[in-house]
């Protein structure tokens, strides 16, 4: 059975994500000034993960809402049992993942959903930094893509920092930007052991070099001295 047969966007989701979609389109418009480069450098029609920075919870909905192809979207378990939040999240189909933990299952449905040919939209840091400054990447990101052998597309997000919504209410319509970088090829990982998780941590990295020679000097963090400017 092929991957496309055993995964598929459930008929509820082909519904409420475009409206979403737009409304969120709608709702960050209004409250901020959106700028969206690098479009072209989207592999359209074909399997990739898409790897953002993750300053605050405006950055999935941002991404997800000007993204021009149809993302399937890792969440916070925990976001869930916020009121509004965790509504969105269901009514998306965003996929639960629970901070820190190794979950084989949750492994196996991402990289089903890859393979069926839906481009994932991931946050390598595993969770919100709170400030610009970007964290160091955790492992998952370099396994998902040994996995599938998939291209990255670094989303570089500047703007969501978390005084985004007070800025907004007082009408001064902070700028966002959505800065889409070159599709990455991770190294093969062939190494064993011990050496095999230093070399999954150093192909995450590589990720986030890639992220940081997009993103403005503040926002590069632990990757500051070990920027990959787009060449």
Known sequence: MSDRQTYHVPLKFRISRPILKAV???????????????????????????????????????AGAFWPEQLEIIGAS?????????????????????????DRTLFNKIISVIRAGYPLLIAPEGGRSHVPAM???????????????VPVIPAA?????????QRAKRGDR??????????IILPDITAKGSEKHEARQNNADLVMRHLAGLLPEEYRGVYAGSVIFPS
């Open 174 to 183: 902070p700028p966002l930007e959505i800065r889409i970088g070159k599709p």
């Open 157 to 165: 997000l500047v703007g969501t920092t978390e005084d985004f919504w």
């Open 78 to 102: 925990d976001v869930f049992e916020k009121p509004v939040q965790g509504q969105v999240l269901k009514a998306y189909g965003v996929i639960p993942v629970h901070r820190g933990d190794y």
């Open 24 to 62: 969120f389109r709608g709702i960050f418009r209004v409250l901020g000034r959106v700028k969206i480069s690098g479009k072209e450098n989207i592999l359209y029609g074909q399997r990739y993960v898409v790897a953002m920075n993750h300053v605050s919870i405006f950055d999935p909905p941002l």
């Open 135 to 149: 964290r160091r990447a955790m492992p998952g990101i370099a396994y998902i893509v040994e996995q599938t052998h």
